[in-house]
C-alpha cells in the first residue's frame, strides 16, 4: 500500500486548509494512521493520529486545538487545519502504524509526539507541502 496526499498549498496566517490521505485500491479501515510533517532542517514529527475503527484521536500539542483528524467508512484520512501559523509550515505526509510503532490510542496522555522513527510507519506518501506566509 502507498498512501497518496492532497491538499496542501499556500495560505496566510490564520486560515485553514484540509488535508486527505488515501490509499487509491486499498481500504485503510484496518490500520492506525498518522499524519506526519517535516520542516526543513528539522526531523519528521508526529502531528496527530486516528486509530482504526475512529476509536481514538490524538493531538500533539502545538496543533490541541487547531487541527482535527477524520476518516471515512473506506480508504480516506482527513486532516482540517485552522487557525495556520507559520510555524506549521512543513511537508505534510501520512502513514499507516506498522508492528513496531506505539499504537495511537496508546499516545494518549503524550503531550508532545516529538520525531518519529520512519521504519516503524509503512506505507509513506510523497508529501504535500504546506506553506503559511503573509
Known amino acids: 500500500v502507498k498512501l497518496e496526499e492532497s491538499g496542501g498549498g499556500l495560505v496566510h496566517p490564520g486560515g485553514s486548509l484540509t488535508l486527505s490521505c488515501e490509499a487509491p485500491?486499498?481500504?485503510?479501515?484496518?490500520?492506525?494512521i498518522g499524519w506526519f510533517r517535516q520542516a526543513p532542517g528539522k526531523e519528521r514529527e508526529g502531528v496527530s493520529c486516528?486509530?482504526?475503527?475512529?476509536?481514538?484521536t490524538y493531538y500533539t500539542d502545538s496543533v490541541q486545538g487547531r487541527f482535527a483528524i477524520s476518516r471515512d467508512d473506506g480508504n480516506t484520512v482527513f486532516l482540517r487545519m485552522n487557525i495556520l501559523t507559520p510555524e506549521d509550515t512543513a511537508v505534510y505526509y501520512c502513514?499507516?502504524?506498522?508492528?513496531?510503532?506505539?499504537?495511537?490510542?496508546?499516545?494518549?496522555?503524550?503531550?508532545?509526539?516529538?520525531?518519529?522513527?520512519?521504519?516503524?510507519?509503512?506505507?509513506w506518501g510523497q508529501g504535500t507541502q504546506v506553506t503559511v506566509s503573509s
Open positions: 485500491g486499498y481500504t485503510l479501515e484496518f490500520y492506525d
Open positions: 502513514a499507516t502504524f506498522g508492528p513496531g510503532a506505539r499504537p495511537c490510542s496508546e499516545l494518549r496522555g503524550t503531550a508532545h509526539w516529538g520525531p518519529v522513527l520512519q521504519p516503524e510507519y509503512d506505507s
Open positions: 486516528i486509530s482504526k475503527r475512529r476509536a481514538s
